[in-house]
């Protein structure tokens, strides 16, 4: 962590234009000029990921699909479980991020783990609807398709397959009992703040995880954004079963 190396990063998420005429272009002009700072900025920006991937119930010989996936830093929390999945792919629309994630497999001499570059909303992994777990880290949020991204999830699964999910979100103005409550003032800036790196908060994820899979773990949390005078932006866990029948 260095204060130059933060410098760039905040050059690109607050000032350098985003160019493109289409969403892999976008994602691509973002990412290039910090992908190499990346995990260590993100460290401090986007909270829960290592709790999602601890929590997530895995059992040996798993196959999983980290979509959105990027450097791969998330595969690191699995620590001493991932020798025993049976494959993990990265899928992600970005290439130098997935450049990034294809160098730290082959520095960590990982053999079941491997990179697909492509959308996440089409992909479809050779061994077909067989996936037992699929993961969305901070990604959800950056798909303008989401609803697609994770119907095509609850398609791969199967049933009794996991999903864990950790990002960015806003409250309902009305939350159903039980659900965090959010001020009128986050409800309006947090979006619109966010929304300048093509960042989309939305109160429909937690619903439509809620309404398409059984939860195990749901955590409404806050996260201190770093150079934001301690701000805290709201971000959530969840956890889920796709049922059985
Ligand atoms: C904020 S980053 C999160 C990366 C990583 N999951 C993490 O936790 O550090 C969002 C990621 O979603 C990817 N992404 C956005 N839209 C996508 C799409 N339609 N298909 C695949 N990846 C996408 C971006 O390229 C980027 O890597």
Redesign the pocket.
């Known amino acids: 962590m260095g204060l130059v190396s933060d410098l760039k990063t905040l050059y690109h998420v607050a000032f350098a234009p985003v160019k493109g005429t289409s969403?892999q272009a976008r994602?691509e002009s973002f990412?290039s000029g910090q992908a190499d700072a990346?995990?260590d900025f993100?460290k401090r920006l986007?909270h829960g990921?290592e709790e999602m991937m601890r929590w997530l119930p895995l059992a040996p010989g798993m196959r999983m699909l980290?979509?959105?996936?990027?450097?791969g830093?998330?595969i690191e929390s699995l620590g001493d479980r991932l020798s025993a999945m049976q494959s993990v792919t990265i899928?992600?629309?970005?290439g130098p991020?997935l450049e990034t994630a294809k160098a730290r497999i082959t520095a960590r001499g990982w053999t079941n783990v491997d990179t697909a570059h492509?959308?996440?909303?089409v992909?479809e992994p050779a061994y077909g609807c067989n996936v037992d777990v699929v993961t969305?880290?901070?990604?959800l949020?950056?798909?303008?398709?989401w609803f697609r991204?994770l119907q095509q999830a609850w398609r791969l699964l199967k049933p009794g397959g996991l999903i864990g999910v950790?990002d960015f979100y806003i409250a309902r103005k009305w939350p159903t009992s039980g659900m965090k409550a959010h001020s009128w003032l986050q409800r309006l800036c947090w979006p619109a703040w966010f929304a300048s790196d093509n960042?989309y908060l939305s109160w429909d994820h937690i619903p439509w995880l809620q309404a398409h899979f059984e939860p195990v773990v749901l955590e409404e949390r806050l996260g201190k954004v770093p150079y934001m005078l301690g701000l805290k932006a709201p971000h959530y866990i969840f956890i889920g079963r796709k049922p059985l029948q």
């Open positions: 969403h994602l990412y990346y995990d993100r986007l990921r980290d979509m959105g996936g990027g450097t830093s998330n899928v992600d629309l970005c991020l492509t959308d996440v909303t992909y969305f880290s901070y990604s949020t950056m798909i303008p398709d991204a950790v960042v």
